[in-house]
C-alpha cells in the first residue's frame, strides 16, 4: 500500500521523535557503568576460521591461559562461529595484559577486540 504525501508527512514527523528522545535514567547507567575486571576476558570481531586452539595460542603470548573458547553456532551443520569468544587467565595481572596486548590487533585476517567479560549474573 503506498503512503500519500500527507500521510507520509505524518509518518515521518511520528518516528523522527523516536530516534531524538535522550536516554532514561536507568539506561544511561547501565551505558556508563565500567565492567569490574575479571580473569575472563570477551573477544569480539573474530573470524569464522578461529578455532579454540588458535585463540588460546594468540592470548597465551600475554600470560597462563586456562580456557579459550569461539562461541559457535549450534544450529548450524558446521557449527560455524558466531564471530566471538572468551578467554579465562589464571589471573587479574595475565588477563589485563591479554586486553590489553590484544585488543586491536590481527588473528586470522580480522581486527579484534578484547574487554573484561560481563558477570553471568548481569545478562
Known sequence: MALRSGNLRRFLSTTSSLF??????AKAARVTEQIPPSTTLFVSGLSGRTTNQKLREAFANFGDVIQAKVVTDRSSLSNH???????RYSNLEDAKKGMEG????????????????????TL
Open 81 to 87: 562461529s558466531k564471530g566471538y569468544g572468551f578467554v
Open 102 to 121: 590484544m585488543d586491536g590487533q590481527f588473528l586470522d585476517g580480522r581486527v579484534i577486540f578484547t574487554e573484561y567479560a560481563k558477570p553471568k549474573d
Open 20 to 25: 531524538d528522545r535522550p536516554l532514561s535514567a
